[in-house]
């Protein structure tokens, strides 16, 4: 049966080279994401094989409702939960509260209501796939100034952790650590371009990650690891 692949944020980076990747392979994939604008762009060059909606997937309702939407026909039977943003950087000593929920809120609490809704809807499939955005940021307490981005990818492990115990043998969950993406979201990280490529030179491979490295890995977790669960992936050119 042909998979149709839920994916959060995949309107750009590595939720779209994961959107790209499952069209490739022959499956459908449904795209959420906050980018309108993008997601259009993803509908045109994506075709049929997709189809795409804004939704704030740290709103639990409207979660709820983009779901109800879904016909029978595109009833998800994988899901990607990728959406996910770095917040403003900020020493623990000046941590602002707000910020902690807003960024647990779009990284954490969102894997919690879209998995929900997910496990509701879904179409049974023979192998059926989560794949949660970590980072190895949740192993090395990320860059400075990042800790609650640092601690939302580690409540993301222990959550793909309690959710493979849960699911099985119905669905596996596995998580995916990369490590520098050449996508959007470091633009919070680094200066510039400079800083960025100054950094790639300290990487074991030579090179920034690019986010079809990671659609690979998302690939081969959502279809072909038959017998993996519980498991963190990292891509990240040996860095650790
Ligand atoms: P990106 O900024 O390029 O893309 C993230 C996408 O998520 C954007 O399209 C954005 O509009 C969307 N998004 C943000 N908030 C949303 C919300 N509330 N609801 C719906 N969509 C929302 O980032 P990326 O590099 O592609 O990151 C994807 C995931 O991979 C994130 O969870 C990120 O933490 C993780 N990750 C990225 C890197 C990296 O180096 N790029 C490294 C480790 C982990």
């Not at 179409?123 to 949740?138: C, E, F």
């Not at 100034?145 to 959550?159: D, E």
């Not at 793909?160 to 520098?180: C, D, K, Q, S, Y």
């Not at 659609?215 to 650790?240: H, N």
């Amino acid at each position: 049966m042909t998979a149709v692949v839920l994916v959060t944020g995949g309107a750009a980076g590595i939720g779209r080279a994961i959107a790209d990747a499952v069209v490739a392979g022959g499956a459908r994939a449904i795209l959420w994401d906050v980018d309108a604008q993008r997601l259009e762009t993803a509908r045109n060059e994506l075709g049929e094989k997709v189809r795409v909606e804004r939704v704030d997937v740290s709103d639990a309702a409207a979660v709820q409702q983009a779901m109800g939407r879904i016909g029978d026909d595109w009833a998800p039977t994988h899901l990607v939960n990728n959406a996910g943003i770095i917040g403003r950087r900020m020493s623990l000593v000046d941590i602002d509260p707000a910020e902690v929920d807003r960024v647990l809120g779009i990284n954490v609490r969102s894997a919690f209501v879209v998995t929900r809704a997910f496990l509701r809807a879904r179409a049974n499939h023979p192998d059926a796939a989560i794949v949660n955005l970590s980072s190895i940021a949740a192993g090395n307490g990320g860059a400075a100034g990042n800790a609650i981005y640092a601690a939302s990818k580690g409540a993301l492990q222990s959550l793909t952790f309690a959710m493979a115990r849960e699911l099985a043998p119905a669905i596996r969950v596995n998580a995916l650590a990369p490590g520098i993406i050449d996508t959007d979201i470091q633009k919070d990280v680094f200066a510039d371009r400079a800083e960025m490529d100054a950094r790639a030179a300290t990487i074991p491979l030579h090179r920034l990650g690019e986010a079809a490295d990671v659609a690979e890995a998302a690939a081969w977790l959502l279809f072909r690891a038959a017998y993996t669960t519980g498991e963190v992936v990292t891509v990240s050119g040996g860095r650790k």
